[in-house]
């Protein structure tokens, strides 16, 4: 396997890289840069990009999200749906001819969103900075769509989409890796939601198939679905090859409330996960998502040296690093 670390392109920096270089990581994640304007990634800047990454010997292996703008009229069916589909079908064109081979996507009006606590107020080991999440706090929030979505009409808006990019995805060599619905809520804010049980996830898979299509895994978002089938889902994806790459996080309790916590202390073994990986054949990148904010920690770099040298560790105690 292959050890990552995402970056925002302001924080793709050579101190940053360094970084990554010193804890072990030779796979880089790019998260919703904005290269160039009208809602397409240009050829050129992400060219640019990826050589800056390469000048550090790591890989540049995915996109994770395109900017909001990219996908806002996809998901919300605007008249404007069709044109920025055509555009974001010159991005996946551009990243096969750059040579980044996944694209992650969230499909969502609500994404990540509803959290309780993030970060700033404490609640972990040694006070550390945690993120939580209680549906009760939010259940009769006011909706943020003018008309209610159902989970349904958003599973036609999920096909429509695919249907268009999958098989420009397959010409370009590009995977596109969709992220579970975090937290895994079906209606949240008055709109339905997508990848929030493991059957959905099936759904998604055998909505479009193709070796293009499948999942960006993030576990800690599975685990909100219930801990103790965390490593069930592992098995299931991983063994059909549909997980492109993972965020690998751990959570205390589950949907309908929890906590991230330091990767050592939630309800998941993240040994047996990583051992679930290894035995269903995936050899793909990994990196660490969500973590706790540590003491003196303001560009999170602390908590994630934390969870790169856990994971670093149980790679080699189960011989799996590349």
């Known amino acids: 396997m292959k050890l990552g670390l995402k970056f925002g392109l302001e ?8 970084f990554a270089q010193q804890m072990g990581v030779t796979h880089i994640v790019v998260h919703g840069p904005r290269l160039g304007d009208e809602g397409v990634l240009d050829y050129f800047e992400m060219l640019r990009m990826k050589k800056f990454v390469d000048s550090f010997d790591l890989e540049l292996c995915a996109i994770e999200n395109l900017p909001g703008d990219h996908m806002q009229p996809i998901t919300h069916a605007t008249p404007e749906r069709d044109a920025q589909i055509a555009k974001v079908c010159t991005s996946i064109e551009n990243m096969g001819k750059v040579g980044i081979p996944i694209l992650g996507y969230y499909f969502s009006l609500a994404g990540v969103s509803g959290h309780w606590r993030a970060y700033e107020s404490g609640g972990g080991r040694g006070d550390a900075g945690l993120k939580s999440f209680d549906y009760d706090l939010v259940k009769d929030a006011p909706p943020i769509v003018d008309v209610a979505v159902s989970v349904e009409e958003m599973w036609e808006r999920l ?41 959905a996830m099936q759904r998604l898979i055998d909505l479009v198939p193709s070796e293009s299509n499948g999942l960006e895994f993030c576990q800690g978002t599975v685990a909100e679905m219930g801990p103790a089938k965390t490593i069930e889902a592992v098995s299931r994806f991983a063994g059909q090859g549909k997980i492109f790459y993972v965020h690998f996080r751990n959570v205390r309790g589950g949907f309908p409330k929890f906590d991230e916590v330091f990767i050592d202390e939630g309800d998941v073994n993240m040994i047996a996960a990583l051992k ?14 969500h973590t706790p904010r540590v003491i003196g920690d303001e560009g999170g770099l602390r908590g994630r040296a934390f969870a790169l040298g856990y994971i670093r560790a149980g790679m080699q105690a189960l011989d799996l690093l590349d």
């Not at 008055?190 to 929030?196: D, E, M, Q, S, Y």
């Not at 679930?276 to 998502?289: K, L, M, Q």
């Open 11 to 18: 924080t793709l920096t050579k101190e940053n890289l360094q």
């Open 276 to 289: 679930a990986y290894r035995d269903a054949g995936y050899d793909g990148v990994i990196t660490p998502d």
């Open 159 to 199: 096909a429509y989409f695919l249907e268009r990019v999958v098989p420009v995805a397959e010409q370009a060599g590009v995977k596109l890796a969709a992220h579970q619905d975090d937290p895994p809520a079906e209606h949240l804010f008055g709109t339905g939601r997508l990848l929030t049980n493991h059957d």
